[in-house]
T-cell receptor, first 119, second 115 residues
Framework: DTGVSQDPRHKITKRGQNVTFRCDPI?????LYWYRQTLGQGPEFLTY????????KSRLLSDRFSAERPKGSFSTLEIQRTEQGDSAMYLC?????????????????FGQGTRLTVV | EDKVVQSPLSLVVHEGDTVTLNCSYE??????LLWYKQEKKAPTFLFML????IEKKSGRLSSILDKKELSSILNITATQTGDSAIYLC???????????????FGQGTILTVHP
């Protein structure tokens, strides 16, 4: 499978615990994004990387959240001291930066998501 | 603040019906509008629109962008039960003359197709 891969698919954790999610993008994609989706809403942007550089973080991303993409390939999203309000689907997506695609296509492709439940 | 609004929020039809889903946006530095289909898992890409008035088609699905009206529609003809899903509209922005990857999503339209 050459799509975007996320691990784990489901995570149940107790309030106050730390959790870490992993995303493996499509191999030639230089951009990687994290989104959060709650029931009945569209995905909300959290942060994105171009190669290993984190170029933007949303105001939604409190200081309990941190994301890394150390070698410009896979990325991790860590949530410290989880709260019940963190329960959501965490989606990762990847794309090519415009100008790097011979086909001109820069659309983002999504992984299956990690569903987090904080109890 | 950038905003994307979809309507209707939900729609129930019978197989064979034709549906039209709407998306309107208020953003700075518009680059592209994308449609995704989301079943129980990840959103799957349908269309990316950058030019006004040019229809994109894929089978029974088609979409068109109207930059003057800041809107897009997604049409599905001869609907099937497999079309039941959440349809998401998203807008991508320009920044500094290059594509800016962040997408701003609408809340989605829940389509239910009954046999």
């Amino acid at each position: 499978d050459t799509g975007v891969s996320q691990d784990p698919r489901h995570k149940i954790t107790k309030r106050g615990q730390n959790v870490t999610f992993r995303c493996d993008p499509i191999s030639e994609h230089n951009r990687l994004y994290w989104y959060r989706q709650t029931l009945g809403q569209g995905p909300e942007f959290l942060t994105y990387f171009q190669n290993e550089a984190q170029l933007e973080k949303s105001r939604l991303l409190s200081d309990r959240f941190s994301a890394e993409r150390p070698k410009g390939s896979f990325s991790t999203l860590e949530i410290q001291r989880t709260e019940q309000g963190d329960s959501a689907m965490y989606l990762c997506a990847s794309s090519l930066r415009a100008g790097t695609s011979t086909s001109g296509n820069t659309e983002a492709f999504f992984g299956q998501g990690t569903r987090l439940t904080v109890v | 603040e950038d905003k994307v609004v979809q309507s209707p929020l939900s729609l129930v039809v019978h197989e064979g019906d034709t549906v039209t889903l709407n998306c309107s946006y208020e953003v700075t530095n518009f680059r592209s509008l994308l449609w995704y289909k989301q079943e129980k898992k990840a959103p799957t890409f349908l269309f990316m629109l950058t030019s006004s008035g040019i229809e994109k088609k894929s089978g029974r699905l088609s979409s068109i962008l109207d930059k003057k009206e800041l809107s897009s529609i997604l049409n599905i003809t001869a609907t099937q039960t497999g079309d039941s899903a959440i349809y998401l509209c998203a807008v991508g922005l320009n920044a500094g003359g290059t594509s800016y990857g962040k997408l701003t999503f609408g809340q989605g339209t829940i389509l239910t197709v009954h046999p």
